[in-house]
């Protein structure tokens, strides 16, 4: 695991609430990476990664779902509407929880979707009241990932699952380039860790989870960085941030870094999917 002591909690929320609406610009409503199998555009891919994240996981019709890290609550309004689940978003940042809340309201979801603005590390569920906890791209912002794995496993019913979608240290970092651009990844995106795949599997074993599947989607996703770093040359989405705030500046330079992460293999993407054992003392 990489990790840098320079991130705090504090600015993780400030960039959500400050960046929202340039994520916006770049992704559309959800903030992840696409899942390519041709050229689709990055709007299906993004829809194509939250399927196929729903496949691996068993998500049924009218399943409960606490989706970590919800962001503008991409994942929690189609879990809602193409499956007809209950799903609750919780996110770190206000106006992304006031944002989600809308959008659920708009179409016409708030039956089946809400939101919570809190801090996952703090926040409390009851015992196996989830049949799915889900998280694309948040763990990585988590300080303690051993923690917040054990509390999602109480969280989560016997049989349920947890699936996650992480950016990755690689499992072998050969040389002091590849620890330093994963460093710089983690200073520029504000995760105060990457772990690897192998610390993902570990922490949801340690937590008594089964695992049922463990995905390696560099390849497949990786082309998200290339389109969006076209699209801050084509745009004036730069010199909209330098007006803004110089760390979100730092934070759309940072996109170079990435791709170059990903290219060397200093950084993976994985997906992972675990079930709580039915004979869990939980
Ligand atoms: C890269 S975005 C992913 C958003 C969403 N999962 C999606 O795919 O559209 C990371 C999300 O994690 C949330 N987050 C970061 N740290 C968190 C924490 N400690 N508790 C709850 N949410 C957190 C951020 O607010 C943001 O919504």
Not at 145 to 150: A, I, V
Not at 247 to 276: H, P, S
Request: with cysteine; hydrophobic share 40%.
């Amino acid at each position: 695991m990489i990790t840098c002591p320079t991130v705090r909690k504090d600015l993780i929320r400030y960039h959500y609430n400050l960046s929202t609406v340039f994520y916006r610009l770049l992704w559309g409503p959800h903030i992840h990476h696409g899942l390519w199998s041709g050229d689709e555009p990055i709007a299906q891919a993004q829809i194509q990664l939250t399927q196929r994240l729903a496949q691996e996981a068993g998500v049924q019709p009218g399943d409960r779902i606490l989706d970590v890290g919800c962001g503008m609550g991409g994942s929690t309004n189609h879990l809602a509407r193409q499956f007809n689940c209950h799903a609750t978003g919780i996110t770190v940042s206000s106006l992304q929880a006031h944002w989600a809340t809308w959008s659920a309201r708009l179409r016409r979801l708030t039956d089946r979707a809400n939101f919570l603005c809190q801090d996952v590390e703090q926040a409390e569920f009851e015992p196996n009241s989830f049949d799915v906890v889900w998280s694309i791209e948040c763990t990585e912002h988590l300080f303690d990932k051993p923690t917040f794995f054990s509390r999602a496993a109480r969280w989560v019913r016997p049989g349920g699952r947890i699936a996650i979608c992480a950016w990755l240290a690689g499992d072998e970092l050969k040389s002091e380039t590849d620890r330093q651009q994963v460093f710089d990844v983690c200073e520029g995106f504000f995760c105060p860790s990457l772990g690897s795949a192998a610390d993902y599997v570990d922490w949801l074993q340690s937590a008594g989870m089964e695992m049922t599947a463990t995905y390696d989607w560099t390849d497949s996703v990786m082309r998200t960085w290339e389109i969006c770093r076209d699209r801050i040359r084509r745009t004036g989405i730069r010199h909209l941030a330098r007006l803004i705030d110089q760390d979100t500046v730092l934070f759309l330079d940072c996109f170079d870094t990435i791709l170059n992460a990903y290219r060397t293999g200093a950084m993976r993407y994985g997906c992972f999917v675990a079930e709580k054992p039915t004979t869990s003392p939980d």
